[in-house]
């Protein structure tokens, strides 16, 4: 007898704002699909990356835990990938057929983490292409769409051919024919997948696309669709770092962002093309979807766009933490504001697998009706700018761990975080109540950055080990 449990299709995009979909009324970007998925589905608009960037993002993803308890509170390269429990394991062992196509960025980079087949691609990784990198692990060699690649194109083609660097704002369309972009590669895998499955298994698919994160290469019509647009500018407030930016705004990589305004343009139309090629990349897969799918849409983090003089992502802010949560296929319908995390995700889908809350997770089943919790925390070991922040449906309280400094956003009455209110003076009682509830969730950090009850800046963010319960041995 065929399955009755439901297929479940994990859609995950790499650097997707939580702003940047036409359903939510983004003045400029257009995303049919998915608003048509969010329209017939749930939507949450409280959704937040707890540790905003791939690694330690896709750890709460995957693990179900916290950035405390999965050990990951920043960027580590060359970390193995340990867990006793996974999303994909959990689901295999309640029957489901579990496949990967598209991003992992785990250590070793072929590790399944409980997936039965993964057919890779992890964008440009600069830390598996240095000279002394184990063949074994060398992208060029281990990477399954780069192999593809030069298997159609030559031997010497690579996804660096547009002369775009991975993490910089340079935009220009794909050089190839639209066939051989990534993108549409994870979904010609994930079509293929569909094809070839057992019908009378229910099978978990994660189809995980790296854009739109750099580098902005979407193909030409894209960039066509956004070249005439009269894009908004990026977002000012009262605390923008400009002295940073006119520092550091020529350099391609730079955490502020361009201060050319025609490179900033240019990074917008690169931005949201790519978004828009995903989308309808993402409408190709879902029309091919069987009867009986629910399907989740979400991100790892967000792209700061060069607001507030900012790029990238790491750092406490809406364009970093916010993230898009699509669910399609449930009994949910509308916009629902209960603060959601990466790690609600494995909990939620083991509830739609019919099986039990599982004890080692910190997530929470967001199917459940419940009001869920009243706040988060969040953080980011990142230099200077190393953060942690504490953020609720209505406000939000950042303190960077370095230097002290503090912030705090009314989301109410500033949604757009452009005034840093933290001296407001109507505002301080509250200010000091969310402050607390970092300092008690530090309290026992090995890093020290609560002394006599007080935040103590200048301690030295470390890599937390896992709680042993979450650690497997290596295999």
């Known amino acids: 007898m065929p399955e009755t449990r439901p297929n479940i299709v994990l859609i995950t995009a790499d650097q997707f704002r939580g702003d940047c979909l036409s359903f939510l009324g983004h003045p400029d970007v257009k995303t049919p699909y998915l608003d048509t998925l969010a329209a017939q589905g749930a939507y949450f608009t409280n959704m937040y990356s707890a540790c905003p960037s791939c690694i330690p993002a896709r750890a709460a993803l995957m693990t179900g835990m916290s950035q405390t308890k999965n050990g990951r509170t920043g960027y580590q390269d060359g970390v193995n990938w340990d867990y006793a429990h996974t999303l994909a394991g959990e689901l295999a062992k309640a029957g489901y057929y579990t496949q990967c196509v598209g991003k992992m960025h785990v250590h070793p980079p072929r590790r399944m983490l409980g997936f039965h087949h993964i057919e890779l691609h992890d964008g440009y990784l600069h830390y598996y292409r240095r000279e002394d990198t184990p063949a074994p692990q060398y992208q060029p060699l281990m990477d399954d769409y780069i192999c593809w690649l030069k298997q159609q194109l030559g031997a010497d083609r690579d996804i660096t051919d547009a002369g775009l660097e991975c993490n910089s704002f340079l935009a220009r369309p794909w050089p190839y024919e639209e066939r051989y972009h990534p993108t549409n590669w994870v979904t010609d895998r994930a079509l293929d997948f569909l094809r070839r499955r057992d019908r009378d298994m229910p099978f978990f698919l994660n189809v995980s696309y790296v854009r739109p994160h750099p580098p902005l290469d979407a ?35 730079s955490m502020t962002g361009s201060l050319d305004p025609a490179l900033t343009r240019q990074a917008q139309i690169g931005y949201y ?10 409408g190709r897969l879902v029309r091919e979807l069987p009867q009986n799918t629910v399907v989740i849409f979400t991100s790892d983090h967000g792209e700061m766009l060069m607001d507030h003089c900012l790029f990238r992502k790491s750092l406490p802010y809406r364009g970093s933490a916010l993230l898009p949560l699509i669910v399609w296929g449930t009994h949910l ?5 209960r603060l959601a995390e990466l790690r609600d995700i494995l909990p939620t889908l083991c509830a739609l697998a019919g099986l039990p809350h599982p004890d080692f997770s910190d997530g929470e089943n967001l199917l459940d009706g419940a009001e869920g919790r009243s706040f988060l925390h969040g953080e980011h070991a990142y230099g200077d700018h190393s953060n942690h922040f504490i953020v609720t449906k ?3 309280y950042i303190w960077f761990s370095q230097t002290g400094r503090e912030q705090y956003f009314d989301l109410v009455q500033d949604p757009l975080e452009t005034h840093n209110a933290i001296h407001d003076a109507q505002h301080q009682s509250r200010i000091d109540e969310l402050r607390g509830f970092l300092i008690r969730e530090l309290q026992n950090r090995p890093e020290g950055y609560v002394r006599d009850g007080r935040l103590v800046a200048g301690q030295t963010p470390l890599a937390v080990q896992p709680a042993p319960e979450a650690v497997r041995p290596n295999p």
């Open 273 to 282: 093309a790519c978004i828009t090629h995903l989308d309808h990349q993402i």
């Open 333 to 337: 319908r509308g916009r629902h504001k």
């Open 394 to 396: 209505s406000d939000k």
């Open 219 to 253: 193909p030409q019509c894209y960039f066509d669709m956004y070249r005439d647009a009269p894009l908004a500018p990026p977002l000012v407030g009262d605390w923008d770092d400009r002295d940073a930016q006119l520092r550091d705004g020529r350099i391609i990589d």
